[in-house]
């Protein structure tokens, strides 16, 4: 058995391994027991039995593997090895040992006789296996039968009918993929699977997930979505085939690793030279080839093409799939393709062109063959021959026809090929129909609905460059002048999609630019209302989205009056202080974007219907709507989007489990910048209810990885809230300052939605009440707190106060600033009051616990403990650890709390016990190991020691050691 785990994470297999745990359970208990472990080369049939063995409760487990050398190898060889090791264990009863030294010279000499012995060997063999499972039990493993020779074959039968009684369970693997037609397991398993103590279990590919979790493991951190998807479509979920493909720098890397290779190119040795020939012309086919183009290129009589692909398909080369032909693992297709020499590669490419070329010509074939992907090869093998005119010509219009079917990935890739061979072909434009700037304008905007933002970006920008070039005054008249407004549009709806600061820019631009009176200026509106409401400027997106839908009406563009309704939905309803007036308006263009057939439009006003209904507090309508009949046809039935205001409902309701599992099956699904923060920041706040602040680190650091462009001003006030949030629990009071005061004077100069100001208030009146007992060394002087406290009131008094959430945020803000206990307690049960209103029992918890602290500082300990009781409630309903570390903490179980430490020097306190120098520990909580040594001075002046080892000796007396 291989014993190189490449894989530090053994991933998945939870049933098998029960399955097997169970098997050895009533192998002791009744009789003697077998499973047959089957799956494909590499699915992890090794490592399921080593994992298994490790915890196995017999008392004895022992492993011999079949040789690759079939039957010209050593005869019994599994048994062998593992005879060997009983026997060197404890030697073997006299009456065991007649015929045994055939398999084991060292148990004597080898009997001379050779024809008569054959039964009394396997008589000895099962009795020593009897014997050595004595009470305890014995489980053997036998690798690989699928190389096994007849012999071992044989005596395994023998085994598998004569073992009864005997507490002995048989561990057998074999590839599936190995068994062709003719070999000689396929006869025999049927016999085995119906003995009565045998078991069948075959192992499946890994999940996605799975996927995600093996390759974390292996390379120490989670992949990025895009590299997982490919990974896991390359390796088609096979363990084996992910560590091979994790060891290339580039998972896309076309070659593929030599293990796999070699493993599959092996299968190929047993095919005659037709039968081969034919599959590599497979292997240029694409995923899968269809019979008729096969035939084609091919071309040769119809007997022997038949014969040739049923060598291939009895060999597990290739299966049929349908009217064609796929290979059995992506890689094997890969691998055939690796092998090709160039010369015969391009050879073959161009039976393809030529066989594609007749087949387009044919309309039975076109009726046959679905016209979209016959051209959408013939571009592929064209340009893989080199005939660059002739594959430009097919990947336009391969384009084409994928827009035509709303193919929009498939068309932005044909795009972009005919972008890559312009300089190439010298009457490109001729051949396509179009100038350079428009196929850019065209791929710029497939790339928008194909969820390409930044390439969108890329495109319409190198468009505007060519017309400012071509163009020496400025394209700033008549066709010049629309075709930049239309790629300012485009450009600026792709900086919508990234949360980009420039959208805003290049769609006030687009306007100004485009003629008055063109017929595109209600769609350019349109989308200027859109992103004027996204960053919070209520009242001038309103009198936009007014004026567009009047534009709209005129011109008979029910794409923009739906937009418009839905912009205005928005803002009566999420930012403004009317949301029955915005219900109404939201489904007038919901109704309209379905009546229209805009699954875009549609998604927005369902999308805006959700928030609404949140920040509303309606959350049940809110899972209704959002999970309910309107599901569409993304995997499980939901839209990224969907899933992730369903995540973020509920976590309002406080049902973290669902919201985490949301969270985490949504954010590889969003690939869209603005999407994929919003899911990191919400990933974050579930992992701090969770009080996974490790977690909640990671999803902060991908942010501050992407966000190499400058954000839209509410996403990255989102993002920073969430950080202030972990300073203050970290007690990092100084970055937190410095972030806040930054955050306090953008503000004044930017838009920011209302809903946003609660919880900016918040932290800053939390941080102004920390501040007050803060060492020197936060930098936060008496001035900074005034200055902190006048810009909370300035945002409490911009609070509408129109709904519960806000009036929790306004009652913790004056809990927080006033320093009279009675009016603190008065007010913390008011915010309580105000979020069990809005139905977020988390935030009703924490108020609670914060209440509670006050009750116990002024004496009344039934007041406390009645508060603490419905927060242990409410924390065991909704499973949030940090709720039940704030009541622990409320009642002064904690050393932080007993010692008046804030959280970070508790867990600094803790590095300190287990012996960890300064820069350990830096390294332990991501900070500096200057940062350290200020928590530890701080440590030593609230504990009243010296030194480290006084420090540590005082953590241990509190209940830290």
């Given at each position: 058995?291989d014993q190189?785990?490449?894989?530090?994470?053994?991933?998945g297999?939870?049933?098998e391994?029960r399955?097997?745990?169970?098997?050895?359970?009533?192998?002791?208990?009744e009789?003697?027991t077998?499973?047959?472990?089957?799956g494909?080369?590499?699915?992890?049939?090794?490592?399921?039995?080593?994992?298994?063995?490790?915890?196995?409760?017999?008392g004895?487990?022992?492993?011999?593997?079949?040789l690759?050398?079939?039957v010209?190898?050593?005869?019994?060889a599994?048994f062998?090895?593992a005879?060997?090791r009983?026997?060197r264990e404890a030697?073997?009863?006299?009456d065991?040992?007649?015929e045994l030294?055939?398999?084991?010279?060292?148990?004597g000499?080898?009997?001379?006789?050779?024809?008569?012995g054959?039964?009394?060997?396997?008589e000895?063999?099962?009795?020593?296996?009897?014997?050595r499972?004595?009470s305890?039990?014995l489980t053997l493993?036998v690798?690989?039968?699928?190389w096994?020779?007849r012999?071992t074959?044989?005596l395994?039968?023998?085994?598998?009918?004569?073992?009864?009684?005997?507490?002995?369970?048989l561990?057998?693997s074999y590839?599936t993929?190995?068994?062709?037609?003719l070999?000689p397991?396929?006869?025999l398993?049927?016999?085995?699977?119906?003995?009565?103590?045998?078991?069948?279990?075959?192992l499946?590919?890994?999940?996605?997930?799975?996927?995600?979790?093996?390759?974390?493991?292996?390379?120490?951190?989670d992949?990025?979505?895009r590299v997982l998807?490919?990974?896991y479509a390359r390796?088609?979920?096979?363990p084996?085939?992910?560590?091979s493909?994790?060891?290339?720098?580039?998972v896309?890397?076309?070659?593929?690793?030599?293990?796999?290779?070699e493993?599959?190119?092996g299968v190929?040795?047993?095919?005659d030279e037709?039968?081969?020939?034919?599959?590599?012309?497979?292997?240029?086919?694409?995923d899968?080839?269809?019979?008729?183009?096969?035939a084609t290129?091919a071309d040769?009589?119809?007997?022997?093409?038949?014969?040739?692909?049923?060598?291939?398909?009895?060999?597990?080369?290739?299966r049929?799939d349908?009217?064609?032909?796929?290979?059995?693992?992506t890689l094997?297709?890969?691998a055939?393709?690796e092998d090709?020499?160039?010369?015969?590669?391009?050879?073959?490419?161009r039976?393809?062109?030529?066989?594609?070329?007749?087949?387009?010509?044919?309309?039975?074939?076109v009726?046959?063959?679905p016209v979209?992907?016959?051209?959408?090869?013939?571009?592929?093998h064209?340009?893989?021959?080199?005939?660059?005119?002739?594959?430009?010509?097919?990947?336009?219009?391969?384009?084409e026809?994928?827009g035509g079917a709303?193919?929009?990935?498939?068309r932005?890739h044909?795009?972009?090929?005919?972008?890559?061979l312009?300089?190439l072909?010298p009457?490109?434009?001729?051949?396509?129909?179009?100038?350079?700037?428009?196929?850019?304008?065209?791929?710029?905007?497939?790339?928008i609905?194909?969820?390409?933002?930044?390439?969108?970006?890329?495109?319409a920008?190198?468009a505007?460059d060519?017309?400012a070039?071509?163009v020496?005054?400025?394209p700033?008249?008549?066709?010049?002048?629309?075709?930049?407004?239309?790629l300012?549009?485009?450009?600026g709806e792709?900086?919508?999609?990234?949360?980009?600061?420039?959208?805003l820019?290049?769609?006030?631009?687009?306007?100004?630019?485009?003629?008055?009176?063109?017929?595109?200026?209600?769609k350019?509106?349109?989308?200027?209302?859109a992103?004027?409401?996204l960053r919070g400027?209520g009242?001038?997106?309103?009198?936009v989205?007014?004026e567009?839908?009047r534009?709209?009406?005129e011109?008979?563009?029910?794409?923009?009056?739906?937009s418009?309704?839905?912009t205005?939905?928005?803002v009566?309803?999420?930012?403004?202080?009317d949301?029955?007036q915005?219900?109404v308006?939201?489904?007038?263009?919901?109704?309209?974007?379905l009546?229209?057939?805009?699954?875009?439009?549609?998604d927005?006003?369902?999308n805006?219907?959700?928030?609404?209904?949140?920040?509303?507090?309606r959350?049940t309508?809110?899972?209704?709507?959002?999970?309910?009949?309107?599901?569409?046809?993304?995997?499980?039935?939901?839209?990224?989007?969907?899933?992730w205001?369903?995540?973020?409902i509920?976590?309002?309701m406080?049902?973290?489990?669902?919201?985490?599992?949301?969270?985490?099956?949504?954010?590889?699904?969003?690939?869209?910048?603005?999407?994929?923060?919003?899911?990191?920041?919400?990933?974050?706040e579930?992992?701090?209810w969770?009080d996974d602040?490790d977690l909640?680190?990671?999803?902060?650091?991908?942010?501050?990885?992407?966000?190499?462009?400058?954000?839209?001003f509410?996403?990255?006030v989102?993002?920073?809230l969430?950080?202030?949030?972990?300073?203050l629990i970290?007690?990092?009071?100084?970055?937190c300052?410095?972030r806040l005061?930054?955050?306090l004077?953008?503000?004044?100069?930017?838009?920011l939605?209302?809903?946003?100001f609660?919880?900016?208030?918040?932290?800053?009146?939390?941080l102004?009440?920390?501040?007050?007992?803060a060492?020197?060394?936060?930098g936060i002087s008496?001035?900074?707190?005034e200055?902190?406290?006048?810009g909370?009131r300035a945002?409490?008094?911009?609070?509408?106060?129109?709904?519960?959430t806000?009036?929790?945020y306004?009652?913790?803000?004056?809990?927080?600033?006033c320093?009279?206990?009675?009016a603190?307690?008065?007010?913390?049960?008011t915010a309580?009051?105000?979020?069990h209103s809005?139905?977020?029992?988390l935030?009703?918890?924490?108020?609670?616990?914060?209440?509670?602290r006050?009750?116990a500082?002024?004496?009344d300990?039934a007041?406390a403990?009645r508060?603490?009781?419905?927060?242990?409630?409410?924390?065991a309903?909704?499973?949030?650890?940090?709720?039940?570390?704030?009541?622990?903490e409320?009642?002064?179980?904690?050393?932080a709390?007993?010692?008046?430490?804030?959280?970070?020097?508790?867990?600094?306190l803790?590095?300190?016990t287990?012996?960890?120098t300064?820069?350990?520990?830096a390294r332990?909580?991501s900070?500096?190991p200057?940062?350290v040594s200020v928590h530890?001075?701080?440590?030593?002046a609230?504990?009243?020691?010296?030194?480290r080892?006084a420090?540590?000796?005082?953590?241990r007396?509190?209940?830290?050691?």
């Amino acid at each position: 058995m291989d014993q190189r785990d490449r894989s530090p994470l053994f991933v998945g297999r939870r049933a098998e391994i029960r399955l097997l745990l169970e098997d050895a359970d009533r192998a002791r208990r009744e009789a003697a027991t077998a499973v047959l472990v089957a799956g494909d080369a590499g699915v992890g049939k090794s490592r399921l039995l080593r994992e298994y063995a490790a915890q196995a409760p017999m008392g004895r487990v022992v492993t011999g593997g079949c040789l690759e050398l079939g039957v010209d190898g050593l005869p019994f060889a599994p048994f062998v090895t593992a005879l060997r090791r009983l026997v060197r264990e404890a030697p073997a009863p006299s009456d065991h040992s007649r015929e045994l030294p055939r398999l084991l010279p060292e148990l004597g000499l080898r009997p001379t006789d050779s024809d008569e012995g054959r039964g009394q060997l396997f008589e000895e063999v099962l009795a020593l296996l009897e014997s050595r499972a004595g009470s305890d039990g014995l489980t053997l493993v036998v690798e690989d039968l699928h190389w096994a020779d007849r012999s071992t074959r044989d005596l395994l039968v023998f085994l598998l009918r004569n073992l009864y009684r005997a507490p002995v369970q048989l561990l057998i693997s074999y590839r599936t993929d190995d068994l062709h037609r003719l070999h000689p397991l396929r006869r025999l398993l049927p016999e085995l699977e119906r003995l009565p103590a045998v078991t069948r279990v075959e192992l499946s590919p890994l999940s996605r997930a799975e996927v995600a979790r093996q390759a974390a493991g292996i390379r120490g951190a989670d992949l990025a979505p895009r590299v997982l998807d490919l990974l896991y479509a390359r390796s088609g979920g096979n363990p084996l085939f992910v560590e091979s493909l994790l060891e290339l720098p580039d998972v896309g890397d076309p070659r593929v690793p030599d293990g796999p290779r070699e493993l599959f190119l092996g299968v190929l040795r047993g095919l005659d030279e037709t039968a081969r020939f034919v599959v590599k012309l497979a292997a240029l086919g694409g995923d899968r080839v269809d019979h008729r183009l096969l035939a084609t290129v091919a071309d040769m009589p119809e007997e022997v093409l038949e014969a040739a692909l049923r060598a291939a398909i009895d060999t597990n080369v290739l299966r049929t799939d349908g009217e064609g032909y796929a290979f059995r693992h992506t890689l094997l297709g890969e691998a055939v393709h690796e092998d090709l020499l160039p010369g015969e590669r391009v050879r073959l490419h161009r039976r393809y062109v030529m066989a594609l070329s007749e087949l387009i010509d044919d309309p039975d074939a076109v009726s046959a063959l679905p016209v979209t992907r016959l051209v959408t090869r013939l571009a592929h093998h064209a340009y893989a021959a080199h005939d660059l005119p002739r594959a430009l010509g097919a990947a336009w219009r391969a384009a084409e026809e994928a827009g035509g079917a709303l193919a929009h990935p498939e068309r932005l890739h044909m795009l972009e090929r005919v972008l890559e061979l312009w300089e190439l072909v010298p009457d490109a434009a001729a051949r396509v129909g179009h100038d350079h700037v428009e196929t850019l304008h065209r791929a710029a905007r497939t790339a928008i609905v194909a969820d390409e933002a930044e390439r969108a970006v890329r495109y319409a920008t190198a468009a505007l460059d060519e017309l400012a070039a071509s163009v020496p005054a400025g394209p700033t008249a008549g066709t010049d002048a629309v075709r930049v407004a239309h790629l300012l549009h485009v450009r600026g709806e792709a900086y919508k999609d990234t949360a980009h600061e420039q959208s805003l820019a290049d769609l006030r631009d687009a306007l100004r630019v485009l003629p008055a009176g063109h017929d595109d200026r209600a769609k350019l509106m349109s989308s200027l209302a859109a992103e004027l409401m996204l960053r919070g400027a209520g009242e001038e997106a309103w009198n936009v989205a007014q004026e567009t839908l009047r534009l709209a009406r005129e011109v008979g563009d029910r794409a923009s009056e739906a937009s418009a309704l839905i912009t205005m939905g928005s803002v009566r309803g999420d930012l403004g202080d009317d949301p029955e007036q915005g219900m109404v308006l939201l489904n007038q263009g919901r109704e309209i974007a379905l009546a229209i057939g805009s699954s875009r439009l549609k998604d927005r006003a369902l999308n805006n219907i959700g928030v609404l209904y949140t920040t509303q507090g309606r959350f049940t309508e809110g899972l209704r709507l959002l999970g309910g009949k309107e599901r569409h046809g993304d995997r499980d039935g939901l839209r990224p989007f969907q899933e992730w205001s369903l995540a973020l409902i509920n976590l309002h309701m406080g049902r973290l489990d669902a919201a985490a599992r949301y969270a985490e099956e949504t954010l590889p699904r969003l690939t869209a910048r603005a999407l994929r923060f919003r899911g990191l920041v919400l990933g974050a706040e579930i992992a701090i209810w969770q009080d996974d602040l490790d977690l909640a680190r990671e999803c902060l650091a991908e942010i501050d990885a992407g966000a190499t462009e400058p954000l839209r001003f509410r996403e990255f006030v989102r993002w920073q809230l969430v950080v202030l949030r972990l300073d203050l629990i970290h007690g990092d009071l100084g970055p937190c300052r410095r972030r806040l005061e930054r955050l306090l004077r953008d503000r004044q100069e930017r838009d920011l939605p209302v809903y946003l100001f609660g919880w900016l208030a918040r932290i800053g009146a939390e941080l102004w009440h920390r501040a007050a007992g803060a060492p020197a060394e936060h930098g936060i002087s008496p001035g900074d707190r005034e200055q902190l406290r006048l810009g909370v009131r300035a945002l409490v008094e911009d609070l509408m106060l129109t709904d519960d959430t806000e009036a929790a945020y306004a009652a913790e803000v004056e809990a927080l600033l006033c320093a009279d206990h009675h009016a603190q307690l008065e007010q913390w049960d008011t915010a309580a009051w105000s979020w069990h209103s809005a139905g977020r029992p988390l935030e009703t918890a924490a108020a609670l616990a914060e209440g509670a602290r006050v009750a116990a500082a002024v004496g009344d300990r039934a007041e406390a403990a009645r508060r603490l009781a419905e927060v242990r409630r409410i924390a065991a309903k909704t499973g949030s650890a940090r709720l039940r570390r704030l009541a622990t903490e409320a009642a002064g179980g904690t050393p932080a709390a007993i010692s008046g430490l804030t959280p970070r020097e508790a867990q600094v306190l803790a590095g300190l016990t287990k012996g960890r120098t300064n820069r350990e520990i830096a390294r332990t909580l991501s900070i500096s190991p200057k940062t350290v040594s200020v928590h530890v001075s701080n440590l030593f002046a609230k504990l009243e020691v010296t030194n480290r080892n006084a420090a540590a000796v005082r953590a241990r007396e509190l209940g830290m050691g």
